[in-house]
């Protein structure tokens, strides 16, 4: 995960390089989108830690973005993932996120065609019943991340997006776990949407 964030800055860095001019104002308006999400997640302040490996999720998103003189953008963002499993590192059983729902806000620079961005907002999971590691719940919290955008045309974007999610889970949940359990996540996401 460490690699995205610096692949992110590098792109940044080689598209600004090439811009001829900062164009916020072809950002404005609203967007929607599919996109692919590669999650690492892990318990965290748990006496009974059970390593999981990264899962592949789906899903859709779609936001506003308001352009402020040339070169700033803010906007806000919602979005839904389906279902990813997550394997222990014995390969069974498996840990499950059924739904994510994630909720934020952006700011960014325009450079030339490219938007780099920072985001926070709040996200919640739930997850189902994994014999040995959990009973189904749910868990939300703060998730904060980078991104870089790209216009491929007038109307049509493309994205490489990095997030890290802190979540607590209803009490309880996590087996075995002490009451100050977290599950957090990294997540890198490519993505493709429609501006409108």
Same mark, same amino acid.
Request: glycine residues 14%; hydrophobic residues 45%; charged residues 10%.
């Given at each position: 995960?460490?690699?995205?964030?610096?692949?992110?800055?590098?792109?940044?860095?080689?598209?600004?390089?090439?811009?001829?001019?900062?164009?916020?104002?072809?950002?404005?308006?609203?967007?929607?989108?599919?996109?692919?999400?590669?999650?690492?997640?892990?318990?965290?302040?748990?006496?009974?830690?059970?390593?999981?490996?990264?899962?592949?999720?789906?899903?859709?998103?779609?936001?506003?973005?308001?352009?402020?003189?040339?070169?700033?953008?803010?906007?806000?963002?919602?979005?839904?993932?389906?279902?990813?499993?997550?394997?222990?590192?014995?390969?069974?059983?498996?840990?499950?996120?059924?739904?994510?729902?994630?909720?934020?806000?952006?700011?960014?620079?325009?450079?030339?065609?490219?938007?780099?961005?920072?985001?926070?907002?709040?996200?919640?999971?739930?997850?189902?019943?994994?014999? =040995?590691?959990?009973?189904?719940?749910?868990?939300?919290?703060?998730?904060?991340?980078?991104?870089?955008?790209?216009?491929?045309?007038?109307?049509?974007?493309?994205?490489?997006?990095?997030?890290?999610?802190?979540?607590?889970?209803?009490?309880?949940?996590?087996?075995?776990?002490?009451? =100050?359990?977290?599950?957090?996540?990294?997540?890198?996401?490519?993505?493709?949407?429609?501006?409108?």
């Amino acid at each position: 995960m460490r690699f995205t964030a610096s692949a992110i800055a590098l792109a940044a860095a080689f598209a600004a390089s090439g811009a001829a001019a900062q164009d916020a104002g072809q950002w404005t308006g609203f967007y929607a989108g599919f996109a692919t999400n590669i999650i690492s997640p892990e318990f965290d302040n748990t006496v009974a830690a059970t390593p999981l490996q990264e899962g592949t999720s789906f899903g859709v998103y779609g936001g506003y973005n308001y352009a402020i003189g040339d070169s700033f953008v803010v906007g806000a963002e919602l979005s839904y993932s389906g279902p990813a499993t997550f394997q222990t590192s014995l390969g069974s059983p498996d840990f499950e996120f059924d739904n994510v729902v994630n909720a934020r806000v952006r700011g960014g620079y325009a450079v030339g065609n490219a938007l780099v961005y920072g985001s926070l907002g709040y996200q919640q999971v739930s997850y189902g019943a994994a014999a =040995g590691i959990s009973t189904a719940g749910n868990a939300s919290g703060l998730v904060y991340g980078i991104g870089l955008e790209m216009l491929l045309a007038d109307n049509v974007s493309v994205r490489l997006d990095y997030t890290s999610t802190h979540m607590n889970p209803d009490a309880g949940t996590i087996l075995g776990a002490s009451s =100050g359990v977290q599950i957090d996540a990294n997540a890198v996401g490519l993505g493709v949407a429609l501006h409108f």
